[in-house]
């Protein structure tokens, strides 16, 4: 195994094996993804899981670039690769410039490339996840652009994400085809 690889430390569920609604949710993903083979051997887990996603990614007034920058910051700050190496795609697809994606490669949040509300955003998404508790100081510019929905959702982005990652890495989920290239640049 390679550096930055993984390899699963509990088995992967076997999707082929899945009987009733188990077998019917699962039949209404894309189970080869190994996050979802992974959380298949909790069925509520798997439905939770998935619903909590779902709504964040595509039920909430947060701008979707606002929260591809949010995942992806929390993704590196994490050192979750299969994170990363997934959402900068999405964010690449909801209109996240490759510049931003580099910044974030390379953890400067200062770079030109970023607008003063994606610094605030990225500001208070290093806060929460290194403090639990974001300071007056990251959350008060956010309050000038954000609507207190808006906020919520951030905030439930970054925690939804913190969890995602620490479920990637505790239980090794091994990355997507492509992956093992990706991290040659990835600098995780």
Same mark, same amino acid.
Request: net charge negative; aromatic share 8%.
């Given at each position: 195994?390679?550096?930055?690889?993984?390899?699963? !430390?509990?088995?992967?569920?076997?999707?082929e094996n899945a009987t009733?609604?188990?077998?019917?949710?699962?039949?209404?993903?894309?189970?080869?993804?190994?996050?979802?083979?992974?959380?298949?051997?909790?069925?509520?887990?798997?439905?939770?899981?998935?619903?909590?996603?779902?709504?964040?990614l595509h039920r909430c007034?947060?701008?979707?670039?606002?929260?591809?920058?949010?995942?992806?910051?929390?993704?590196?700050?994490?050192?979750?690769?299969?994170?990363?190496?997934?959402?900068?795609?999405?964010?690449?697809? @909801?209109?996240?410039?490759?510049?931003?994606?580099?910044?974030?490669?390379?953890?400067?949040?200062?770079?030109?490339?970023?607008?003063?509300?994606?610094?605030?955003?990225?500001?208070?998404?290093?806060? @929460?996840? !290194?403090?639990?508790?974001?300071?007056?100081?990251?959350?008060?510019?956010?309050?000038?652009?954000l609507s207190a929905g808006?906020?919520?959702?951030?905030?439930?982005?970054?925690?939804?994400?913190?969890? @995602?990652?620490?479920?990637?890495?505790?239980?090794? @989920?091994?990355?997507?085809?492509?992956?093992?290239?990706?991290?040659?640049?990835?600098?995780?």
């Open positions: 195994m390679s550096e930055g690889e993984t390899m699963p !430390r509990i088995p992967y569920y076997e999707v009733g609604k188990h077998a019917e949710f699962l039949g209404k993903l894309q189970p080869h993804l190994n996050i979802y083979r992974m959380l298949a051997n909790s069925e509520a887990g798997l439905k939770g899981f998935i619903r909590m996603g779902n709504a964040l007034e947060l701008d979707p670039a606002l929260r591809e920058l949010a995942i992806l910051r929390v993704g590196r700050l994490s050192r979750a690769a299969y994170e990363v190496f997934q959402h900068e795609r999405i964010a690449r697809e @909801v209109g996240v410039a490759d510049d931003k994606i580099a910044a974030l490669r390379d953890g400067t949040l200062e770079a030109a490339a970023f607008t003063d509300h994606d610094r605030a955003v990225l500001r208070y998404t290093d806060d @929460v996840v !290194r403090n639990v508790r974001a300071s007056d100081k990251t959350l008060k510019p956010l309050q000038s652009f808006a906020l919520v959702e951030l905030t439930l982005t970054v925690g939804y994400y913190m969890m @995602v990652c620490r479920l990637l890495e505790s239980l090794g @989920v091994d990355g997507e085809e492509g992956q093992a290239e990706w991290l040659k640049t990835a600098k995780l």
